[in-house]
């Protein structure tokens, strides 16, 4: 069998968690392949609201294997809180959730690094999410850093030891005043870590060709956007790994040849938590009304999200570097009630129109350009099908498909599992 990919293709928080487990009931196996705790994936059904951050969206159903792949970094203290939140749904964990021996850990002072690094850029700060993602990751390919594999070496207390202390060289080297109390963290790092080992780690590259060979089928659960990705992102107000369909491959260890679908999933607007440039930014009320109705506040960080209109540069742009087969629309149903809605379809960058994302995306280099779309009414978040759709919205959504050249497949209106609209 072949191996799906779910991607955001903006700055994250597009409603992955919700569209993973929508899908999921039509595959054996859910893998996440990057990211970690800076990721927050929501998902709602039977009145229940839940909130993912490194445990795949399709541990909710019955059959499903989920895997945290090579590519994830892993804090074993959140993962520890992630465990405990899910411990009212009575799963069988052990059988359920796998997880790579090649996944590196957070360390307590990998959290405490990203403060540091933040706090000593000032107003230039990524406006990270403060989960030592960017840390972990320079350790990563630094080949510093520490492995879930390691928790089962006899000196992995030793390694740890040994990483810590050079990171607190590190801090003490920003010279910025950071209050910290090590040995708790440590203590709650170590105890996390037991928690950790009750559960079963694999080879997970071996493991997911195998099922594959066995006619299993998988689907990749991205976490973060294609515009946050470290090298196709808006560097460097980026995250630190390969958001984009690349990085399932070495996120997972799976051939670029068994990957078949590429499900690309966007808002039907824009938003990005943390600093760097967004041209269709809006600070206007129409931002603030899309940021009310949408709910738009960080599900990991609880800051306020920029809101803006689509922009149909960076989409194309996303489409492109990931090959998406499928576009999945979100959150339609916050957009009712404009009169017309701006699409942004070309920037106009230093004097000339282009349609493709140049290297400066900045305000000072780039001004989007518009064109108007009527708008529509009705609350769409009871209907079912695609033909209850108001007219306007009809052709909101076929334009997008004109503009960008793939198919919209689902259109989703509402945050439950059930106001999906399969087209
Ligand atoms: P993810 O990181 O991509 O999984 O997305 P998040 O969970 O961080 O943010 C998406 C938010 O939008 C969550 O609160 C979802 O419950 C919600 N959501 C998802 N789809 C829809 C939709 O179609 N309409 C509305 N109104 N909310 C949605
Ligand atoms: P999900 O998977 C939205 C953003 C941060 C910051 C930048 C770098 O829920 O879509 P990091 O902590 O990774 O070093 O932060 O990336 N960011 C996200 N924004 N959704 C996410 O994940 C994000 N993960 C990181 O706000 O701008
Ligand atoms: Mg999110």
Excluded at 183 to 206: C, H, P
Excluded at 208 to 213: D, V, Y
Excluded at 284 to 311: H, K, M, P, Y
Excluded at 406 to 423: A, E, H, L, M, N
Aim: charged share 25%.
């Amino acid at each position: 069998m072949t191996v799906d990919l779910l991607l955001g293709l903006q700055w994250g928080d597009e409603g992955k968690g919700k569209i993973v487990d929508v899908l999921t009931s039509k595959y054996d196996i859910i893998a996440r392949f990057q990211g970690g705790p800076n990721a927050g994936h929501t998902l709602e059904f039977d009145g229940i609201k839940h909130v993912l951050r490194t445990i795949p969206s399709g541990i909710f159903h019955k059959n499903s294997i989920n895997i945290i792949g090579n590519g994830v970094v892993i804090d074993p203290v959140v993962f520890q809180k992630e465990l405990e939140g899910l411990e009212k749904f009575n799963m069988d964990l052990k059988s359920k959730l796998l997880i790579s021996r090649k996944a590196h850990l957070i360390l307590p002072t990998h959290r405490l690094l990203d403060a540091a690094s933040e706090a000593s850029k000032g107003k230039a700060k990524i406006g990270s999410t403060l989960k030592g993602i960017g840390p972990t990751y320079m350790d990563k390919t630094g080949r510093n850093g520490i492995r879930v594999g390691d928790i089962e070496l006899t000196d992995f207390k030793e390694r740890y030891r040994n990483l810590a202390d050079k990171h607190e060289a590190m801090i003490a080297f920003y010279d910025i005043d950071l209050q910290y109390n090590l040995k708790e963290m440590e203590d709650e790092f170590f105890a996390a870590v037991e928690v950790l080992k009750t559960l079963k780690f694999i080879d997970s590259e071996e493991y997911l060709n195998n099922a594959l060979k066995e006619g299993k089928s998988i689907l990749a659960e991205g976490a973060q956007g294609s515009l946050l990705d470290i090298d196709f992102g808006t560097y460097p107000f980026v995250t630190s790994s390969n958001t984009t369909a690349a990085g399932a491959c070495t996120g997972l260890g799976i051939a670029p040849n068994r990957v078949k679908e590429v499900f690309g999933i966007f808002k039907a607007y824009t938003t990005r938590v943390g600093s760097g440039p967004f041209p269709t930014e809006l600070f206007d009320e129409t931002g603030q009304t899309i940021a009310r109705v949408g709910n738009e506040f960080g599900s990991v960080t609880g800051r306020a999200r920029r809101c803006g209109w689509l922009d149909l540069v960076a989409l194309k742009y996303a489409v492109q570097v990931n090959g998406v087969t499928e576009l999945y629309m979100m959150k339609g149903d916050v957009l009712s009630g404009f009169d017309t809605l701006k699409v942004c379809t070309g920037y106009n960058y230093k004097g000339q129109i282009i349609n493709h994302l140049p290297y400066n995306i900045e305000e000072e280099n780039v001004t989007p350009v518009y064109v108007e779309k009527k708008g529509w009414k009705a609350d769409l978040t009871g209907m079912t099908k695609y033909e209850e759709l108001p007219v306007e919205m009809k052709e909101y959504v076929e334009f997008i498909e004109s503009e960008v050249g793939v198919p919209i497949r689902i259109v989703s209106v509402g945050p439950d599992r059930t106001q999906t609209i399969v087209k």
